[in-house]
């Protein structure tokens, strides 16, 4: 029921709901909800200077520096939290950086504090909290807010990319697996071993339950991959969701990838829940670490949220706008973002039309898509675009053009093509690629079980968060967001991936998906990365000022946030 107070739309916070929902009864007014309000930034700083501190001009920012040029203006984060204790809100947490109040309240309060009804509906997954229409916030606070998140908890739609037991036909000849120290070789990573560094690995709880590792299958796994020693691992609990300690196939892989290519970094492993609030929460901890907390300088994560056209249902615009920000501040912090592309090519959701996975096709993240790495012979090798097919099913990398970012100043010369089924301009994923077949993939023992060959773009995005680790520590500074810098570079820094004799191109099912070919194609980018080559390029790079292209990616950015901002007063 609207109350006197003056209110205001805000706009992106209405919550698609799929048509299978069902809408069942007002949620009962006792039961206790926790909210999350984001603030927009501190009124004032200019896109150019985004620019320049995003490129990374300099070195990582302490976090008051941040919190003071790029966080919340903190009378206006006092405001919000003086509305939430009026309205009978506890407040939980405010934090400048992180341009966050986290409140909770009964479900009673929270209605008539942001002028909605809470109802719970049904779905395949059982029920959840949610709303129709838009959230509404009082004229005094709604210029601050750009996003209430928790309203709704439903479970995202999200998959981890990594797969087992899949042969295929048309990969190179004598593909077999392979080990993260064989792939690195052939890559020509540099030596190192990423001390001093922290990989933050994000896992999350998907529709096969809770993320998680065993101990000794870490240990199995390290010695099946040719006796490497133990990764330096911290657990690292969001939302008190708890590593389940059985292996789940996902997190052990980035753990000993990623530990294998940096054997004296430490593993941060971030355990998330499944609602966008503990996606956004663990984002918030990895980029903007508290006291006491790691502090990651490369970010590798294997899930996909499902696709980011308009209307999806697992994130509102303002949610997504959200999302993309936090990218964007790890990169102003000097933090290294890996995405996995996905492993069942074009297809994402729809079982007709392309579609690119969420957050791989994010403008501020490095999208990391798969190939096929067979025919070794000392330091030769073949690389195919990762396309298998057999009777136990089908792999293949993800990749193309985004339907909610347009095309980044840093791809404008990539001959990115127009989405298959709009025919408008877009993102192009995946940016690099790397060993992902399952033929070619590497040794993991999960809950005991004998070795086994486990791969999918879920094993590249650790592969290279290794990698940015080895050069971080030999290059005494971090690398930072890569993709201004990577699409300048010469081709001689990517390896040729080819298509023949299988399948060229990122089709499945009955999805039609991009073909393969010279320079940036949406299978695999612009190719796998020659490590060395990468570091000398990131060693001349220096501390000299940003690429232009750099301000264009805070601008597109800001475009795609604008979406969602908040209704100004009428």
């Not at 959230?135 to 928790?150: D, K, R």
């Not at 120290?181 to 994000?202: E, K």
């Not at 690119?356 to 501020?364: F, G, R, V």
């Not at 293949?396 to 791809?411: D, E, I, L």
Request: aromatic share 6%; net charge negative; glycine share 12%.
């Amino acid at each position: 029921m609207r109350s006197s107070v003056a209110y205001e739309t805000l706009k992106g916070s209405e919550h698609p709901h799929p048509a299978s929902h069902k809408r069942l009864k007002p949620t009962r007014g006792s039961e206790e909800v926790t909210l999350t309000l984001l603030l927009r930034r501190k009124v004032g700083p200019a896109v150019a200077q985004a620019g320049r501190v995003a490129a990374g001009a300099s070195s990582r920012p302490t976090r008051e520096a941040f919190a003071s040029e790029r966080g919340a203006d903190p009378k206006e984060l006092a405001d919000v939290a003086a509305f939430a204790r009026d309205a009978g809100l506890q407040v939980l947490q405010s934090d400048i950086a992180r341009r966050s109040v986290i409140v909770r309240g009964t479900a009673d309060a929270v209605n008539k504090a942001f002028n909605v009804q809470l109802h719970d509906y049904a779905y395949e997954r059982g029920t959840y909290r949610s709303h129709e229409g838009p959230v509404n916030l009082p004229s005094t606070i709604a210029p601050y807010v750009e996003a209430v998140v928790g309203l709704t908890n439903r479970q995202v739609h999200a998959q981890h990319f990594s797969t087992v037991k899949r042969r295929g036909v048309g990969d190179p000849p004598n593909t077999q697996p392979l080990t993260p120290i064989q792939v690195a070789n052939l890559y020509g990573f540099p030596t190192g071993d990423g001390s001093g560094q922290t990989i933050g690995l994000y896992e999350m709880q998907t529709n096969d339950g809770a993320a998680g590792y065993a101990i000794s299958d870490i240990a199995a796994t390290m010695a099946a991959l040719g006796g490497l020693p133990m990764p330096h691992i911290i657990d690292v609990p969001v939302d008190n969701v708890q590593n389940s300690g059985q292996s789940d196939g996902e997190t052990g892989l980035d753990i000993t990838v990623a530990g294998a290519i940096a054997p004296k970094a430490t593993i941060a492993v971030y355990f998330a829940g499944g609602e966008t609030q503990n996606i956004i929460h663990t984002l918030q901890m990895m980029i903007h670490p508290q006291a006491g907390e790691p502090t990651p300088s490369v970010i590798s994560i294997s899930y996909g949220w499902g696709p980011d056209d308009e209307g999806t249902s697992n994130f509102s615009d303002s949610e997504f706008a959200q999302i993309s920000g936090l990218f964007e501040d790890a990169a102003t912090n000097k933090i290294t973002v890996l995405v996995s592309s996905g492993d069942t090519g074009a297809f994402v959701e729809s079982a007709t039309e392309a579609q690119t996975s969420y957050p791989a096709s994010d403008i501020w993240v490095t999208a990391c898509g798969g190939t096929t790495v067979g025919n070794v012979n000392g330091p030769s090798f073949d690389e195919y675009v990762w396309n298998d097919v057999g009777a136990a099913g089908r792999g293949a990398t993800g990749g193309g053009v985004s339907a909610r970012f347009p095309v980044p100043p840093y791809q404008a010369s990539a001959s990115v093509p127009v989405r298959i089924s709009t025919s408008q301009p877009g993102r192009g994923v995946p940016d690099i690629a790397g060993n992902a077949s399952e033929n070619s993939g590497y040794l993991q023992v999960i809950n005991g079980s004998q070795p086994q060959p486990v791969g999918g773009t879920s094993a590249v995005a650790p592969l290279y968060a290794g990698l940015i680790a080895r050069i971080n520590t030999n290059l005494g500074r971090s690398a930072g967001f890569l993709n201004p810098i990577l699409y300048t570079l010469p081709a001689t820094t990517f390896g040729v991936v080819e298509g023949a004799p299988g399948p060229a191109n990122n089709s499945y099912g009955h999805v039609t998906g991009y073909p393969a070919g010279p320079g940036w194609d949406a299978c695999t980018g612009l190719g796998s990365v020659r490590g060395q080559a990468l570091q000398t390029a990131l060693a001349g790079a220096g501390l000299a000022a940003a690429p232009p292209s750099a301000t264009g990616v805070v601008a597109a950015a800001s475009a795609v946030r604008a979406t969602a901002e908040p209704a100004t007063a009428s």
